[in-house]
């Protein structure tokens, strides 16, 4: 039998001024989320659970998963400050559960929209 070679192809999932893209980082201490502006190449929101503003509300935490669900809170707090409501999603090769489905769903209750 004959192995097949698979190509994986990664759609480019990019973000503009009026919908920005939130990108999801997490390494295995901590979730890191970013919303970047592709076009000006520029970071207009970041968090994660070791910034100062965050860490107060994840001390609270009981999990990674619930610590990510306030990371996306915040981040859709600060982004609504901005006047930034719809964003594109981008899980950065991640599956969608655990941490990052927990960082979308708290950016989705807090305003944002994908």
């Known amino acids: 039998m004959s192995k097949k070679k698979f190509t994986r192809r990664k759609q480019k999932i990019v973000g503009t001024s009026e919908r920005p893209r ?16 592709d076009y000006t190449r520029k970071t207009l929101v970041g968090a994660s659970e070791m910034s100062k503003e965050v860490r107060e509300e994840v001390k609270d935490a009981k999990s990674k998963v619930e610590a990510s669900k306030k990371v996306g809170e915040f981040l859709a707090r ?13 899980r950065n090769g991640y ?20």
């Open 78 to 90: 600060k982004a609504l400050e901005m006047n930034i409501k719809q964003i594109v999603f981008d």
């Open 22 to 37: 939130l990108v999801v980082y997490r390494s295995l201490r901590y979730t890191y989320g970013q919303i970047i502006d």
């Open 95 to 114: 599956k969608y559960h655990g941490r990052v489905k927990a960082l979308a769903e708290g950016a989705r209750e807090g305003g944002l929209e994908f």
